[in-house]
Structures are given as structure tokens and as C-alpha cells.
């Protein structure tokens, strides 16, 4: 029964920098797949970034390619997710989850449902 915790997030202007950290209890982190799922208002929840359990791959949905970095340090069984030239359109409830997906691939890391555990949210909001 893995807990999660997302902090980091805060107001930030156009063009700033944030890095959302995700720590995780247990002692089999490094067993779990971690992503990052974001949630604006009105808009249903998308997909932003995963990790394997090793760290060596990863994926990013389109729109934050090359702008937003995930990372995990398995001996601080915390997953980052580094945002960088931040957008009012990131503007969500950012959440990260955790699960023993069977296969790492796109399709499969990028669905929700594959998720088991789920942190509360943290707030980002880009405005000027």
C-alpha cells in the first residue's frame, strides 16, 4: 500500500521554473512505474510524463516535450518532474501515481487506469 505526496507546486510567471517532487512510502519503489497526470480546470485528465523503474526510459506527451524533465531517485524513493518555460495552458492540479505496469510502453504508461496509487495533487499555476 504505496503513499504518495506531491509538492512544489506554486503561482510561477510565463517563461519560470518549477520542479514537483513526488515522495513515496514502502520499500519497493523501485519495483513501481511512476507518472505524472495533470488535471485544468473544466478539462479531463491528461497525461504528462512516466518513468520505468529503473530510470532508463521514459515518456512525454507532446506538448511538454523538451520543456518538462521527469527523474526518480530510488534511493530517496522520490519521483521529480522538472518544469522548465512554463505555459498558462500547464496550468492544473499536477498528480503523480504509481504503478507495476507489466509492459513500459507508450500506450501502456500513458493510461490512468494503469495506475494504482495516486498522490493528492499539488496546484501549478502560470500567470503573469
Known amino acids: 500500500q504505496a503513499q504518495l505526496a506531491e509538492s512544489g507546486g506554486g503561482l510561477v510567471q510565463p517563461g519560470g521554473s518549477l520542479r514537483l517532487s513526488c515522495a513515496a512510502s514502502?520499500?519497493?519503489?523501485?519495483?513501481?512505474?511512476m507518472g505524472w497526470f495533470r488535471q485544468a480546470p473544466g478539462k479531463e485528465r491528461e497525461f504528462v510524463a512516466a518513468?520505468?523503474?529503473?530510470?532508463?526510459?521514459?515518456y512525454y506527451t507532446s506538448s511538454v516535450t523538451g520543456r518538462f524533465t521527469i527523474a526518480r531517485d530510488n534511493a530517496k524513493n522520490t519521483v521529480y518532474l522538472q518544469m522548465n518555460s512554463l505555459k498558462p495552458e500547464d496550468t492544473a492540479v499536477y498528480y503523480c501515481?504509481?504503478?507495476?505496469?507489466?509492459?513500459?510502453?507508450?500506450?501502456?504508461?500513458?493510461?490512468?487506469?494503469?495506475?494504482?496509487?495516486w498522490g493528492q495533487g499539488t496546484q501549478v499555476a502560470v500567470s503573469s
Open positions: 518513468i520505468n523503474r529503473s530510470g532508463s526510459s521514459t
Open positions: 501515481a504509481a504503478g507495476r505496469l507489466i509492459l513500459f510502453s507508450r500506450v501502456v504508461a500513458t493510461t490512468g487506469s494503469e495506475y494504482d496509487y
Open positions: 514502502g520499500r519497493t519503489f523501485s519495483s513501481y512505474v
